[in-house]
């Protein structure tokens, strides 16, 4: 059984920084690709950012491009979002979720098999 648990979301002012991390339970996590979803009131959830099982491959939504970095600890069973230059926009909750995909890194949730709760992240303007 994987379990997976954010943390570091919270409220922050516009031009603020928050760095969420992502616990995992269970085997072989560094055999998988993961990602961070978000999902705001009355939308959908959307891709934020992927990574590869290794670290070597990164991918970003064109919105967080330039601003968010996501990164992983194998070690540590662990998987990062730092987020930098945060916008009113980027209020959402933020979700990790495990890559079902070995080789291609996805950008699709209907990939991602294993969700961790989601951690609140509210930008003030």
């Known amino acids: 059984q994987v379990q997976l648990v954010e943390s570091g979301g919270g409220l922050v002012q516009a031009g603020g920084s928050l760095r969420l991390s992502c616990a995992a339970s269970?085997?072989?996590?560094?055999?998988?690709?993961m990602g961070w979803f978000r999902q705001a009131p009355g939308k959908e959830r959307e891709f934020v950012a992927a990574i590869s099982w290794s670290g070597d491959r990164t991918y970003y939504a064109d919105s967080v491009k330039g601003r968010f970095t996501i990164s992983r600890d194998n070690a540590r069973n662990t998987v990062y979002l730092q987020m930098n230059s945060l916008k009113p926009e980027d209020t959402a909750v933020y979700y990790c979720?495990?890559?079902?995909?070995?080789?291609?890194?996805?950008?699709?949730?209907?990939?991602?098999?294993?969700w961790g709760q989601g951690t609140q992240v509210t930008v003030s303007s």
């Open positions: 979720a495990r890559d079902r995909t070995i080789v291609v890194v996805s950008r699709r949730a209907a990939d991602f098999d294993y």
């Open positions: 269970g085997r072989a996590f560094s055999s998988y690709n």
